[in-house]
């Protein structure tokens, strides 16, 4: 990134570099990332996969950096993943901050809502059930569900191994017995496990 920066972007930058090492484990490819401050978006940040560059929307938080980070090493180290996995992974750690090992996590607040509401409204909800892109609702609650997801295999201590997978992931984990095991696992994961810092790596 070229041209000066002020003092909390220069902050927010310098938690990003710090995220992108803890992150590591899970992301071991190390081509650098282009940066692009924009203030001018309508949006926190965005991940632009052609030219490879993050758009950072300097009046955002690291939360916002974070999770553009994160859409530009899932792009590196597993290619064109599905939405689910893609926003999924990228809300998680959003949320993860640096995601160490022996820590917890806790999902926002409103993604945690979205994601009790989805599987309560949808008796069969799944991540990686067909998303329609055009109903922006629809999308962020499939978004949340899978930020849910990636808790939920962070809380089986799985992260790393889920992450290092062949892409793409279209169904439940090999390390859970059955689809009907997934389902009712992580059910009542969801039903317990989102009002409160989950631990796990």
Known sequence: MAGPVDARTRENLETLARTREAWAR????????????????????????????????????????????????????????????????????????????????MLSKKMAERALG??????????????????????????????????????KRELEGFLKMPPPMKGPPPWLNDHADFEKSFRAFLESGLSQPVPGC
């Open 26 to 105: 899970f992301f071991p490819k190390r081509e650098g990332i282009r940066i692009q401050m924009h203030a001018g978006m309508m949006l926190p940040g965005a991940y632009d996969s052609s030219a490879d560059i993050a758009y950072l929307n300097p009046q955002f938080d690291q939360d916002s950096f974070r999770h553009e980070l994160a859409h530009a090493l899932i792009w590196r180290n597993a290619g064109d993943v599905p939405y689910w996995y893609q926003e999924g992974a990228a809300y998680f750690l959003q949320s993860a901050g640096e995601a160490r090992c022996g820590g917890t996590v």
């Open 118 to 155: 989805r599987i309560q409204s949808k008796q069969d909800a799944l991540p990686w059930d067909a998303v329609d892109l055009g109903d922006r609702s629809s999308a962020l609650d499939t978004a949340a569900l899978s930020a849910a997801f990636f808790l939920f295999v962070w809380s």
